[in-house]
């Protein structure tokens, strides 16, 4: 069975607290695209679990990958055979972009299918859950209002189909752990999901990416990059997630590579 995996922006991102487990809640937006994807394969093998990753430009243990923890979770709970998981990378890493969450939750529902597990909608976002805070959405795929970790959802109606979604990934990539090294929660602020159906045009002061505030004293770049999409024509351009990734939504796609060095998706 052959798949693909997209990866999602951010609209707005507020850090509002942080919780007792050590993570913290946040307040945000999700929205998928499709520009670039990630290619899954997975063929059931009697055997174990072998995983083979193309396309990146690093390498990590099998079982520590999102996709091989997506196959075991389940594994746990159904006698599953051995598997063969090929995953080709086109999604880049340490971006903002959920590309392995991505990937852990495909998995999920192709094996959910493959295998005719049954498993709803519901109970699947529950797996996808134990693996990380934004994989829940992956599975839905749809816009979303979420908190908690992110892992609390609500859909929500956006159309975006007059704008594109424009992408620049410069040569570096930012943990989460480094992301939210400086973060400073802040409460009370107006909830996303009320500003939603203001004018796309109104959304650069109404959406704000906490990560900014952090990141861009460390990282100039970034702040360039995003002033760069809006003197191109941008509406709207922010960090996905905890970056370091930079999207823009506009009438026309805009291309920085002539810019930056990096990669425009």
């Known amino acids: 069975m052959l798949d693909s995996a997209n990866f999602k922006v951010n609209l ?6 942080k919780r007792a487990d050590g993570f913290h809640n946040l307040e945000t937006i999700f ?30 243990d099998a ?14 709970d159904f006698d599953l055979p051995g598997i063969t998981i090929t995953l080709e990378k086109n999604i880049p890493s340490g971006a903002g972009l959920g590309g392995g969450s991505a990937d852990a939750a ?5 094996v959910n299918k493959q295998f005719g597990l049954g498993l709803s909608t519901e109970r699947l976002c529950e797996y996808a859950a134990r693996l990380g805070s934004d994989v829940p959405f992956f599975i839905e795929n749809r816009p979303m209002y979420a908190t908690g970790r992110g892992e609390i959802m609500q859909e929500i109606d956006i159309d975006l189909s007059e ?8 040569d570096f990539s930012i943990s989460t752990a480094e992301a939210y090294a400086h973060i400073v929660p802040i409460s009370g602020r107006p909830h996303l999901c009320n500003l939603i159906h203001e ?15 952090s990141l861009f004293p460390s990282y100039p770049i970034l ?6 999409f809006l003197a191109m024509g ?26 930056f060095s990096g990669k425009n998706l």
């Open 12 to 17: 707005g991102l507020y850090v509002t607290e």
């Open 31 to 60: 929205v998928p695209v499709h520009n670039v994807c990630d290619r899954i394969e997975v063929v059931p093998n009697n055997g174990n679990v072998a995983f083979t990753m193309t396309g990146a430009d690093f390498q990590v």
């Open 63 to 76: 079982e520590k990958n999102l996709c091989v923890k997506a196959f075991r979770l389940l594994q746990q």
């Open 106 to 110: 495909t998995v999920l529902k192709m």
């Open 163 to 170: 704008w594109k979604v424009s992408v620049f990934k410069p």
């Open 199 to 213: 004018p796309v045009e109104k959304w650069q002061n109404l959406f704000p990416n906490d990560f900014e505030t």
């Open 223 to 228: 702040a360039e990059i995003k002033q760069k």
């Open 234 to 259: 941008a509406v709207y351009a922010a960090l996905s997630g905890s970056g370091s990734a930079v999207f823009a939504l506009a009438p026309h796609p805009i291309d920085l590579s002539p810019y």
